[in-house]
């Protein structure tokens, strides 16, 4: 191989990079990475996506390393089923978030926690179309759970992430009202596959891709980072990365701080660079 593959990661966001438009992963693209995975490579991903969704999205894709889940909100081993490390939301910045949104139906809001290695996703009501999709594809595909509750009587000690989907003008005063809130960090962007729609999402100011690429650097001993994106949301990514790829359908943003722009994520672009690298 060219490279030597101790201490080396490679590492994916999925929609978009990874996942074709379909949001699957090429069958093509399985058999590259699983024949490099078993040759030593440590591959990995990196997504704002829960642990449900991408278990379900990655059967018959063998993931070496740890993966950095919800935006860097935590980092999960794959083989051990466990959360390695979580970022919590501070209470008082919970707090805040649920004062901003209980009760609204204008939009349907979503609470999620991590205790005692299990997810949980809690929502107040469903009165919106955009959530309700939401929803029901997450319970249909991935068989996530979702619980009615009272935000105001959760626990605000577990919380680990908010969402929110829907029109942009119906969640943009919301961003507004909640961006400069303490102990957070917001994020706001148009959704990958359907971009008549938005999505709001907040975790602990502490918690993000980069974030996430050091614990695995500090603690997994990778010394060189191999990075794949396609959204803004990967640019702190590619910056605490060594290497940086951006494939072509990336947003303008992405391929001017990328090393070099690769194949689609319709051509299995992720998989043959990686390749590629380590021929």
């Given at each position: 191989m060219?490279?030597i593959l101790m201490n080396?990661?490679?590492?994916t966001d999925l929609?978009?990079?990874?996942l074709?438009?379909?949001?699957?992963?090429?069958q093509?693209?399985?058999?590259?990475l699983?024949a490099?995975?078993?040759?030593g490579v440590?591959?990995?991903?990196a997504?704002?996506?829960?642990?449900?969704s991408?278990?379900?999205?990655?059967?018959?894709?063998?993931i070496?390393?740890p993966c950095?889940?919800m935006?860097?909100v935590?980092?999960?081993?794959?083989?051990?089923?466990?959360?390695l490390?979580c970022?919590?939301i501070d209470?008082?910045a919970?707090?805040q978030y649920v004062?901003?949104?209980?009760g609204r139906?204008d939009?349907?809001?979503?609470?999620?926690?991590i205790?005692?290695?299990?997810l949980?996703a809690?929502y107040?009501?469903?009165?919106?179309?955009p959530a309700?999709?939401?929803?029901?594809?997450?319970r249909?595909r991935?068989?996530?759970n979702?619980v009615?509750a009272?935000?105001?009587?959760?626990?605000?000690?577990?919380?680990?992430?908010?969402?929110?989907c829907?029109?942009?003008?119906a969640l943009e005063?919301?961003?507004?009202?909640l961006?400069d809130t303490?102990?957070l960090?917001?994020t706001?962007?148009?959704d990958t596959?359907?971009t008549s729609?938005y999505y709001?999402?907040?975790?602990?100011?502490?918690?993000?891709?980069?974030?996430?690429i050091?614990?695995?650097r500090e603690h997994?001993?990778?010394?060189?980072?191999?990075?794949?994106?396609?959204?803004?949301?990967d640019?702190?990514?590619?910056r605490?990365?060594d290497?940086r790829?951006?494939?072509?359908?990336?947003?303008?943003?992405?391929?001017?701080?990328?090393d070099?722009?690769?194949?689609?994520?319709?051509?299995?672009?992720?998989?043959l660079?990686?390749?590629?690298?380590?021929?």
């Open positions: 060219k490279l080396k990661l490679f590492i929609d978009g990079t990874l074709d438009s379909d949001g699957k992963v090429n093509k693209t399985k058999e590259i699983n490099l995975t078993d040759k440590s591959f990995a991903v997504t704002a996506r829960t642990i449900l991408v278990s379900n999205i990655l059967d018959g894709l063998n070496s390393a950095i889940l935006n860097g935590c980092t999960y081993d794959m083989t051990e089923r466990r959360y490390h970022h919590y209470p008082v919970t707090t004062k901003a949104v209980s139906t939009i349907s809001p979503y609470i999620y926690t205790k005692d290695n299990e949980c809690y107040e009501n469903m009165d919106t179309e309700r999709s939401f929803a029901e594809e997450r249909k991935y068989g996530k979702f009615k009272d935000f105001k009587e959760l626990d605000p000690t577990y919380a680990v992430y908010f969402t929110m829907g029109k942009k003008q005063p919301y961003y507004h009202k961006k303490k102990g960090y917001v706001f962007y148009r596959y359907d729609i709001l999402e907040m975790c602990s100011d502490k918690a993000s891709k980069a974030g996430g050091r614990y695995l997994y001993g990778f010394d060189e980072i191999y990075c794949f994106g396609d959204n803004t949301n640019i702190p990514m590619f605490e990365s290497h790829y951006a494939v072509s359908n990336a947003v303008n943003e992405l391929k001017e701080i990328s070099e722009i690769i194949l689609s994520n319709n051509e299995n672009g992720v998989a660079k990686i390749k590629e690298l380590c021929e």
